[in-house]
């Protein structure tokens, strides 16, 4: 799904994952992991709010994450556009994933009214 970003996190590691909304309307978030399935989801007028935060460790295996995001319309939620841009940082991997809404877009990557900072120290 075009709404969905899946990344994978490698064995015996901490990741940390933060969500965040910034929109006049109603956002939903959902992520799912090994520590089970989170829904965040705002109400209007949510402008940097934390919408949530999971921390957990994986297994001797490899672990996937996916994050949804949407937005209320119409009555229903819709699938937001999102992007999925790897971190940069030498110490920490991760990524940060955005969801744009049906309304005009930014300029450059659509990551603007739904955010989420997935991360994990880098391995020696």
């Known amino acids: 799904m ?3 970003a899946t990344f994978t996190v490698p064995a ?3 990741i940390h ?6 929109a006049g309307w109603v956002q ?8 089970g399935k989170q829904t965040w989801t705002s109400t209007a007028n949510s402008n940097n709010t934390l919408a949530g935060q999971i921390q957990f460790k994986t297994g001797n295996a490899e672990a996937t994450v996916s994050v949804q995001m949407s937005y209320m319309l119409q009555g229903d939620y819709a699938p937001s ?7 940069t940082d030498p110490a920490l991997q ?14 450059g990557p659509a990551a603007i009214n739904t955010v989420v900072l997935a991360f994990w120290a880098a391995k020696y």
């Open 94 to 107: 991760g990524y940060v994933i955005g969801g744009q809404d049906g309304g005009p877009r930014p300029t």
């Open 17 to 22: 994952i933060d969500g965040f909304f910034s």
């Open 28 to 35: 939903q978030i959902v992520v799912e992991s090994p520590a």
């Open 81 to 87: 556009t999102v992007v999925k841009i790897p971190l």
């Open 2 to 4: 075009f709404n969905t």
């Open 12 to 14: 015996n590691t901490n």
